[in-house]
C-alpha cells in the first residue's frame, strides 16, 4: 500500500473507535537516529492479541530495521523502547515471532528477555518462533 494509506490505516488502529474491525489497537512509531533525523525503522505494538492472526503468530509487538542499518544495536534499542511502551499501557507480558532461521531477530528478542515457547510453520510454511518476555523483570525494565 502507498505511504499515505499506510499512515491513515496506522492513525485509525490508534483508537478503539476507528480501528479496523480486523485488526486491534495498536500504537505504531518510527525510529529515528537523533544526529541525523534518518528514519532507522518502525515498531507496533497492538494492545492485545484479540484477532486470530495476532494471537497464532504476530504477536503483541512487530519490529523492522532498515537493511541498511542492520547489525547495529538499533533493533534492541527499538525493542527495549517498545517493552516500556508495551509495560505503559498495562501489558504484564508481551508475545513476538519470527522466523526461527532470523538469527538476529532471534538473538534480539532473547536478549530482551524473550523465552521461546514453540515453534511453528507459519501461513507459508517456513517454521517460525514464539517468544514471550514478562515485562517485570530487570532486563527489560
Known sequence: MEFGEWLEKVEKNRNPETVSKDWVVA?????????????????DIRHNLDNEFLSKYGGHIGYAV???????????QIL??????????????????????NLASIRTIEKCGGV??????????RPMNVYWITLYNAENT
Open 66 to 76: 532498515r537493511p541498511s542499518e542492520r547489525r547495529r544495536g538499533y533493533a534492541t
Open 27 to 43: 500504537d505504531t512509531f518510527f525510529a529515528v537516529r537523533k544526529t541525523d533525523g534518518r528514519i532507522i525503522g518502525t515498531v
Open 80 to 101: 527495549k523502547m517498545a517493552l516500556k511502551h508495551a509495560k505503559s499501557i498495562g501489558l504484564s507480558s508481551v508475545m513476538l515471532g519470527c522466523y526461527s532461521d
Open 116 to 125: 521461546l515457547a514453540e515453534t511453528k510453520p507459519y501461513l507459508d510454511g
